[in-house]
């Protein structure tokens, strides 16, 4: 029972590391292009302008 204890626990781990990691590589490049998306529209803006 113990070593099913400590097993389930260190799985428990895993999977909260993993989950973690899953949502940074989502996360990531929907911020990275943020910036970029607003950037694009700036430039729009600049070249209607015109």
């Known amino acids: 029972m113990l070593i099913l204890n400590i097993k389930s ?11 973690i990691i ?3 590589i989502l996360i990531t490049p929907t911020l990275m292009l943020l910036p970029l998306e607003l950037v694009l529209n700036a430039a729009i803006k ?5």
Do not use: E, N
């Open 9 to 19: 626990k260190k799985i428990r781990r895993l999977a909260v590391v993993i989950s």
């Open 22 to 24: 899953l949502v940074i």
């Open 46 to 50: 600049k070249i209607q302008r015109r």
